[in-house]
């Protein structure tokens, strides 16, 4: 390893693919991002040109290897992470995809799901694969393609076409088709794959009439998928895994119990639950951590649909804000919201509510309340829903949560972490790095080549930039999470049609 300077993350991500060099304390040495197309050909249809991410991340690749002059024999691995669920399908032959990749937020297929509900899947569908039986995963994205693209089902019946999910995707490329492989946290997002099992589920294929021959090989996250030779020398790739499992590894959550808070656009709370899938009552969903032996672990997963959006919201529509790092100072300049709620619940809520049909919400207005109350209101509904997904998760984990890492744009505001903490009675520390969805896949491939020898040496690097304390009292806490229940159950009742007093 003495002339391996660099591990690279390749983070193909849902707008943009990124390339980092990490050295061995984990530290950036260069990144480069280039944004992609999104194409929308229908209202709620969401594609990516398959091509494009391709070429993207071949460029930003180079392009970061460039920038500080760095040749293939320096790099000791080259790990990916993606955005999940997004489904490609693509000529063995040529390698030419079939049809363009259908992105995870895409609703095409929500009539097949209805249908599958209907028939009862959703009992077999949540013990199986850990989801919510759902068109967000790619199993009915796949089925759609075979459905609609002339040729593509009897091609499939043929043994001719491959699927895969971005990391597939990206590996078989870097690999000219050499490898056809996925890893378990990837596999366990499809809505195909036996978690319990570790394998491809045979009756939920048969039921989208997905042939075996199609799928990737699932392999653990840290392991050598295959050399590439598309940068001057031979690279191995030895790690895969989806970007919320890459961010809790690159966070160190390697323990049972370990959690991570991700403040994107939408937020993302992953708990790992060790060998143990815990199976959620309220919603969360059952899926399969990053992990670097063999045997697996688990995490549960929660998402917030509108976290960092609501900062945009206010700043883009409300024009309230010019930026989102102002709104901390007008949180800042009140001493409290004076009693108004903002629940932002612009697409329904998520767990542990799943109120689909339930629309955004202010309560408790008076003639004294100002910008800053409304804007703190705002800031605060991030932390209310993080919370109520940590408390489901307490719930049906029955672990502790001793600290809070956190990461995404929104980790920033430091009234937001401040107020987390206080009302979830729970340490926050904030890393020095808060690229941990590439900094993970870039640990998963450095411990399977020897880069990093163990987790041991990788949590060395793991260093905190900042950490949150509660403080306030109980009686507190209680009165504002009182309040944001009560501010929820008016946005669930506005929605709902036959409330009896209407
Ligand atoms: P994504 O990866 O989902 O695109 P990022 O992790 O880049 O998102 O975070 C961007 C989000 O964070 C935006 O919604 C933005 O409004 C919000 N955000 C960024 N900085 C702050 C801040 N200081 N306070 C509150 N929200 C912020």
Same mark, same amino acid.
């Given at each position: 390893m003495e002339n391996k300077k660099y591990v690279i993350a390749m983070d193909q991500g849902t707008t943009s693919s990124r390339a980092i060099l990490f050295n061995e304390r984990g530290e950036i040495v260069s990144m480069v991002q280039h944004e992609f197309r999104q194409i929308f050909p229908q209202p709620g249809w969401v594609e990516h040109d398959p091509m494009e991410i391709w070429s993207t991340q071949m460029g930003v690749t180079m392009e970061a290897m460039q920038k500080i =002059?760095?040749?293939?024999?320096?790099?000791a691995a080259i790990g990916i992470t993606n955005q999940r669920e997004t489904t490609v399908v693509w000529d063995?032959?040529?390698?030419?995809?079939?049809?363009n990749a259908i992105v995870w937020?895409?609703?095409?297929?929500a009539d097949m799901i209805d249908r599958m509900k209907e028939e009862g899947w959703e009992e077999k569908i949540k013990e199986k694969?850990?989801?919510?039986? =759902?068109?967000?995963?790619?199993a009915s994205k796949i089925a759609w393609i075979l459905d609609n693209v002339p040729g593509a089902r009897e091609a499939a019946e043929a043994g001719k076409l491959r699927f895969g999910t971005v990391d597939s995707w990206l590996i078989w490329n870097l690999t000219d088709g050499a490898v056809h492989a996925t890893d378990y946290t990837n596999a366990s997002?499809?809505?195909?794959?036996?978690?319990?099992?570790l394998c491809w589920d045979r009756e939920i294929l048969d039921y989208f009439g997905i042939?075996?021959?199609?799928l990737p090989e699932v392999k653990p996250?840290?392991?050598?998928?295959g050399d590439t030779e598309k940068f001057g020398g031979a690279i191995p790739i030895a790690g895969a895994a989806g970007d919320q499992q890459s961010a809790l590894f690159g966070q160190?959550?390697?323990?049972?119990?370990d959690v991570k808070s991700t403040y994107g656009t939408g937020g993302f709370l992953l708990m790992n639950t060790g060998h143990d899938a815990v199976r959620s009552k309220q919603g969360l969903l059952t899926t399969i951590a990053a992990s670097d032996g063999e045997r697996v672990n688990y995490a549960l997963e929660g998402s917030v649909f509108v976290a960092g959006a609501a900062i945009q919201w206010l700043r883009d529509?409300?024009?309230?804000?010019?930026?989102? +790092?102002?709104s901390e100072e007008y949180c800042r300049a009140? +001493? =409290?919201?004076?009693g108004v709620y903002v629940v932002p619940a612009f697409s329904g809520m998520g767990a +542990?509510?799943?109120?689909?049909?339930a629309r955004g919400t202010i309560v408790?207005?008076?003639?004294?309340?100002t910008k800053d109350h409304f804007i703190r209101a705002t800031v605060e509904s991030l932390a209310y829903q993080t919370n109520d997904l940590i408390a489901a998760m307490k719930d049906e984990a029955c672990l502790e949560i001793n600290s809070l890492k956190v990461d995404g744009?929104?980790?920033?505001n430091d009234f937001l972490m401040q107020f987390q903490s206080d009302i979830s009675n729970v340490k926050i520390e904030r890393p020095m790095c808060v690229e941990t969805t590439a900094l993970g896949a870039a640990y998963l491939a450095g411990l399977a080549v020897g880069y990093w020898k163990s987790k041991e040496d990788i949590k060395q690097?793991?260093?905190?930039e900042k950490e949150f304390v509660p403080s306030i009292d109980d009686e507190r806490r209680r009165r504002l999470l009182k309040g944001w229940r009560r501010a929820v159950k008016c946005a669930v009742y506005w929605a709902s049609e036959d409330n009896e007093d209407d």
């Open positions: =002059d760095a040749k293939s024999d320096e790099i063995a032959e040529t390698g030419r995809p079939v049809y937020q895409c609703r095409r297929t694969t850990g989801l919510v039986l =759902d068109a967000y995963f790619s997002r499809t809505m195909l794959f036996d978690i319990h099992k042939p075996e021959s199609m996250s840290s392991c050598i998928f160190c959550g390697f323990e049972s119990g529509e409300m024009r309230m804000i010019r930026t989102s +790092p102002q009140v +001493p =409290d919201t004076d +542990p509510y799943w109120q689909q049909y408790g207005l008076t003639r004294g309340v744009g929104a980790s920033a690097n793991w260093q905190r």
